[in-house]
């Protein structure tokens, strides 16, 4: 009878795997939360936000032509007097056109002899976004149908507005008309900066101009991570860098 001895083989020993060095996690911990910062905030102005190209000058100087701004995309049941919002009427000609909003579905807007200065429901409105205010154009009072709002450019003597279609539904726009909120300016980038909230019509009660969007954090948070990772990254290299030396001279 035969036997089969079985040649005992020794394993190769397990290498060990080098541990990654505290430094080294920290770097991909930090880089990975600039990568988040930076998507996420980018990704929030690309769903909520769009581009606008300002074509005339009716808007000045809140805006001027050959401005771009970004505009939130809402419903027309939240905007309120004071915003500057971005909207389509066919009975104006079907063209995206930008506007400020002064009155909302049952006011009484109107202009009076003393100035041309802007009353809304009777009470005189401080407009500070104007370039002056002295008289603003013809005389006019409108009574706003609910659903509709009452539009004026801040170039009141070169802006053709709500003023300009009275003879249609009182120069208003339907309410769902609009398309979105004005909230920065972005070029050119001499004038590349956040709208204030204006508070010249809060005394009347009502419908306020607009809180604004997440525009200002999620830009911050995409400048916050992209300065993280080219921050963490280049203390990477020279840290990296500054190893192969030591090594170098140690030889």
Not at 126 to 155: C, H, I, K, M
Request: net charge positive; proline share 6%.
């Amino acid at each position: 009878m035969s036997s089969v001895v079985e040649e005992a083989t020794e394993r190769p020993a397990a290498v060990p795997r080098p541990r990654r060095r505290p430094a080294a996690v920290l770097q991909g911990v930090l880089i990975g939360l600039g990568l988040l910062l930076l998507v996420g905030g980018f990704a929030v102005m690309a769903v909520d936000y769009r581009p606008y190209g300002i074509p005339t000058g009716s808007m000045s100087p809140t805006l001027k032509s050959g401005d771009t701004v970004l505009a939130r995309e809402v419903e027309g049941s939240a905007v309120g007097r004071g915003d500057v919002v971005v909207f389509r009427d066919q009975a104006w000609g079907g063209q995206l056109m930008v506007k400020r909003v002064v009155a909302v579905g049952g006011d009484t807007v109107a202009t009076t002899g003393d100035g041309g200065r802007l009353t809304v429901n009777g009470k005189p409105v401080e407009e500070p976004y104007l370039a002056s205010q002295g008289p603003q154009g013809s005389t006019f009072s409108v009574d706003v149908p609910p659903g509709r709002l009452f539009l004026l450019g801040d170039n009141r003597q070169g802006s053709l507005d709500s003023r300009v279609h009275l003879e249609i539904d009182g120069g208003t726009i339907a309410a769902s008309e609009v398309e979105a909120r004005v909230e920065a300016t972005v070029l050119p980038f001499g004038r590349t900066g956040l709208f204030a909230r204006t508070s010249a019509f809060d005394a009347i009660g009502g419908a306020k101009a607009g809180e604004p969007g997440p525009l200002e954090p999620a830009f911050y948070a995409c400048l916050a991570g992209g300065a993280l990772i080219v921050l963490v990254s280049a203390a990477g290299g020279a840290a990296g860098l500054a190893r192969r030396l030591r090594r170098r001279r140690a030889a």
